[in-house]
């Protein structure tokens, strides 16, 4: 298992501005990923960060909206671009191992624009 | 192509009585199987996985899971509800490929009254 520290845990952004979410893990990790989720719906992949080259997104996101960074293996920025309303969501990323093991998740970050 | 189906939104159950959270999935092969809880204001928890072997997993806070391979179905139970399981519960699977991801279902709340 991992301990993974996301920051921050909440914010209330204004229309327009961009917020940097992190994700730090205490052991290196192959894979990381950033998911969405509305509160209490099922969650939405974003994208995988990549440590040395460019994210891979999943249909519907783009690097301009969501840039992501993974400068090594213990950590991953997503920043929220040009913030409207409708990105108001919860921000989770995730490490994985692959094959039978679990993926582990952060607490989240609750995201809300004015 | 991958997916798991959870066919109740929520679950209503009375603390002391038995629970069972459905899940039915579809993967080529013999896919690992995961189910996780998530409490208010905290990112998905791990509670227990299925690999090979015996179709009855033990997990975390007393749940167990049973695999049926013939009804491609991994439901979640407890044989004795607490109010403390009130959560989203989820159910995932991977397909046995390194390289393949781990696919959520869209959740199911629990709900247990006094």
């Known amino acids: 298992s991992a301990v993974i520290s996301q920051k921050p845990s909440r914010d209330i952004c204004q229309r327009g501005t961009s917020l940097t979410i992190q994700c730090q893990v205490d052991?290196?990790?192959?894979?990381m990923f950033w998911y969405r989720q509305q509160p209490g719906q099922s969650l939405t992949l974003i994208a995988t960060?990549?440590?040395?080259?460019?994210?891979?997104?999943e249909s519907g996101f783009v690097i301009d909206k969501f840039p992501i960074s993974r400068p090594n293996l213990t950590f991953s920025t997503l920043t929220v671009s040009n913030m409207s309303p409708e990105d108001s969501s919860i921000y989770l990323c995730?490490?994985?191992?692959?094959?039978?093991?679990?993926?582990?998740f952060g607490d989240g970050t609750r995201l809300s624009i004015l | 192509a991958q997916s798991v189906a959870q066919p109740e939104d929520q679950v209503n159950v009375a603390e002391g009585n038995p629970l069972t959270v459905k899940c039915t999935y579809s993967?080529?092969?013999?896919?690992?199987l995961f189910w996780y809880v998530q409490y208010p204001n905290r990112g998905l928890q791990f509670l227990l996985k299925y690999i090979t072997g015996d179709n009855l997993v033990k997990g975390s806070y007393g749940f167990e899971a049973e695999f049926n391979k013939s009804q491609t179905s991994f439901h979640l139970k407890k044989p004795s509800a607490l109010v403390s399981d009130s959560a989203l519960y989820f159910c995932?699977?991977?397909?046995?490929?390194?390289?393949?991801?781990?696919?959520f279902g869209s959740g199911t709340r629990l709900s247990i009254r006094p």
């Open positions: 960060a990549n440590q040395g080259s460019e994210a891979t997104y």
């Open positions: 052991s290196q990790v192959t894979m």
């Open positions: 995932a699977v991977r397909e046995r490929s390194s390289a393949s991801k781990i696919i």
């Open positions: 995730s490490v994985d191992w692959g094959d039978h093991q679990p993926q582990h």
């Open positions: 993967v080529s092969g013999n896919p690992y």
